[in-house]
């Protein structure tokens, strides 16, 4: 429902600037859009509040199940998995993600690889440029990708300069966090496995 307040006996719709307007002035088709609006608005976050319920419970009856799992075997669970059922045709796949971060060390290292490319007389290889360049480009958050870090470090430059400052990205290289992520499937008709869809906006 709209915002309102109320000033004596008169009621007033409060719209998106702050503006207060008396109700008895609104018309008929804004009343009914503004009711259509609120009663979707809280189906949805009803729907919402089963799946936060849903998530929540799975979680940790998934978590339980595995740690009962390794516990048996005298160990802690670490990481992601797939279970299956007895018929193999229904699946819970457990998915870790980590989010990396890189610490003031990366800039260091950027500086030695620089100094690499700028002493190689012959001059250096368009490719690593190219590699370099991408692997130290930052977002819109400010942030380089992982991945093109991960990438940049496999490289093979037989220069110890080139040496110190993969090892020193290593060393830069943190876990900022760790998301799990649950996929329910089950197989069709035609045996493939299909995932249950559970986000909104992809069914």
């Known amino acids: 429902m ?119 007389s012959e001059g250096a290889d368009e490719l690593i440029v190219a590699l370099v360049n991408r692997a130290f480009n930052v977002d819109s958050k400010g942030e380089v990708d992982a991945r093109q870090m991960i990438g940049l470090r496999q490289l093979k430059v037989e220069d110890p300069l080139w040496q110190e400052a993969m090892e020193l990205i290593a060393d830069s290289q943190k876990v900022q966090s760790t998301k799990t992520y649950f996929y329910f499937q089950e197989a069709g008709e035609d045996g493939k496995m299909n995932t249950i869809v559970l986000d909104f906006a992809a069914l």
């Open 2 to 120: 709209a915002k309102t307040i109320k000033k004596g006996k008169i009621e007033f719709w409060i719209d998106g600037e702050g503006m207060e307007t008396p109700v008895k002035y609104i018309d008929k088709n804004i009343k009914d859009r503004d009711a259509f609006v609120s009663r979707l608005i809280s189906k949805a976050r009803q729907m919402h509040m089963i799946l936060a319920n849903f998530k929540s419970q799975v979680s940790g009856e998934i978590a339980n199940f595995l740690e009962d799992t390794a516990a048996r075997e005298g160990e802690e669970w670490v990481g992601g998995t797939t279970l299956y059922n007895f018929s193999m045709d229904a699946a819970i796949k457990i998915a870790v993600a980590k989010k990396w971060t890189f610490d003031e060390k990366l800039q260091i290292a950027k500086q030695k690889i620089d100094r690499v490319i700028a002493n190689r």
